[in-house]
């Protein structure tokens, strides 16, 4: 299986809403997102060969640099933990050390600006999950994580969790700071889903949608709703922040639709541009530093 997408640095486009009330190409960007919505298909292929993973998320046992020992766990770049180092804000073992190019070892305790490191390299993979893989540790259903278990020599774990009919866009990470934040109740990221309904969505359930339909007393509020361009009226596109996929099924259900289908095309800004159905690939480096920056 071809685990590796073929996407070279930011390749978020961005799917967009018109004010006609459909999703439509984001003309800013060209032909470069001719669907938005596409279904998935080989169109979403790529015929670019898988690169090698040159990511280590493990450290051997021999010693390394202490600043490669810093950028390992994430905090900083190589060059900004030179800066820190001279200034006298990284202890090893109690140790003020501010000597360029000291040597640790993995089980040295390595404090960083008051911070215990953890030297572990952090890895973020993006898997564009197919129906019937699950996130959760259900034996009876085949798990989303085998299809990315090749990417790292660490244990991943999911950001959030997707159910094996849920299909789409599922962050596979070892940094339990970012598996926090985006799975807290009070992070408000976009996710953007296509939703196949079971027939058409009439006119005046979308416009109910828009306003807010309550869920258990709860009044669940939609960034954005509309239908699919140059689709049946069954084909939705919903923008929410809630990071439970259970309520977005729940909001058509309400109105007295079945959920054929729930696709996440857009998650925190990532979308799954060039990334076919049951491939992954690594974030880039700019990608990191945005989810890190969302608040």
């Known amino acids: 299986m071809n685990t590796r997408g073929g996407n070279k640095g930011n390749n978020n486009r961005k799917p967009s809403f018109s004010k006609g009330g459909t999703f439509n190409k984001n003309k800013s960007e060209g032909n470069k997102y001719s669907k938005p919505f596409k279904k998935d298909n080989k169109s979403f292929s790529t015929n670019e060969k898988p690169a090698k993973n040159t990511q280590s998320s493990a450290v051997k046992n021999d010693e390394i640099r202490l600043n490669k020992y810093i950028a390992n766990s994430g905090v900083c770049s190589r060059r900004d933990a030179d ?7 990284v202890t090893v073992n109690g140790e003020v050390i501010t000597e360029m190019g000291y040597k640790v070892k993995a089980n040295d305790k390595v404090v960083f600006d008051g911070r215990v490191l953890n030297p572990e390299k952090k890895v973020y993979v993006l898997l564009n999950k197919p129906k019937g893989f699950s996130t959760s540790d259900d034996e009876n259903v085949s798990s ?20 094996k009919t849920t299909v789409g866009l599922i962050l596979y990470t070892n940094d339990n700071d970012m598996i926090q934040k985006f799975t807290n109740t009070a992070q408000h990221s976009s996710k953007l889903y296509q939703v196949t309904l079971s027939k058409n969505l009439k006119y005046e359930d979308l416009e109910k949608i828009r306003s807010g339909v309550y869920i258990n007393d ?19 596109g919903i923008k929410v922040k809630t990071s439970n996929i259970k309520v977005v099924r729940a909001v058509f259900e309400k109105l007295g639709y079945d959920v054929i289908k729930l696709d996440r095309v857009m998650f925190a800004g ?16 700019q990608e990191i530093i945005n989810l890190k920056n969302i608040k």
């Open 270 to 285: 990532l979308t799954k541009w060039g990334l076919a159905r049951g491939q992954w690939r690594f974030l880039t480096e």
């Open 218 to 236: 709860h009044k669940v509020w939609v960034e954005e709703i509309s239908y699919v361009e140059n689709q049946p009226k069954s084909e939705v």
């Open 83 to 89: 800066l820190y180092i001279q200034s006298g804000n």
């Open 144 to 163: 989303a994580y085998d299809l990315v278990r090749n990417a790292s020599t660490s244990v991943l774990k999911p950001v959030g969790r997707m159910d």
